[in-house]
């Protein structure tokens, strides 16, 4: 099966968030897991796909100021990888955040990470610093930025804008 056939990708509400909470389970583990679930029950925008009513893959938005978008994590389930539901995901957030009138978007993947990198950089992502960003937002904006999206040690900070 592909990640096209009988998928849907749907808004979950936060009263029924807590039925993801295994995807993030089989995708992340020690602080990424710990921080997956609190961002899955506290941010405002989840979206889910959904295979056979079945949830098989999520990711987390969130409008970081009125012109600049965050993907927190996209996750999928391990029995559905390797069929670009990951990337439908991610397709399906830049559409919205464009929608939204969002003109970057901002992600941020463990260095060793490789298989994440890839996909975001598929769509266009680049690597990117608090260097570069404050040159285009200044330094106090950025360091707020940072605090919200909250880039640690040992993370790639991604960019795309969008178009």
């Known amino acids: 099966m592909t990640a096209q056939e009988n998928l849907a990708i749907i808004d979950v509400l936060k009263g029924k ?11 992340f583990e020690g602080w990424y897991l710990m921080h997956s679930k609190k961002t899955l029950r506290d941010i405002k925008l989840v979206r889910a796909a959904m295979s056979s009513g079945k949830a098989v893959g ?21 029995a559905s990888r390797k069929r670009g539901i990951g990337k439908l995901l991610l397709e399906d957030a830049l559409r919205y955040f464009k929608a939204s009138s969002v003109e970057e978007v901002f992600a941020s993947v463990e260095e ?14 680049t690597r990117t610093s608090f260097g570069e960003v404050s040159k285009e937002h200044g330094s106090l904006h950025t360091l707020n930025m940072y605090r919200e999206m909250l880039v640690v040690p040992g993370e790639v900070l991604l960019r795309r804008a969008i178009t």
Do not use: C, H, Q
């Not at 060793?112 to 992502?125: Q, R, V």
């Open 112 to 125: 060793d990470n490789e298989p994440s990198e890839a996909l975001f950089a598929s769509e266009g992502f």
């Open 58 to 78: 999520l990711v987390m938005l969130k409008t970081l100021v009125e012109s600049v978008g965050y993907v927190y994590y996209i996750a999928v389930a391990k």
């Open 17 to 27: 968030r807590a039925g993801l909470e295994w995807i993030l389970e089989e995708s």
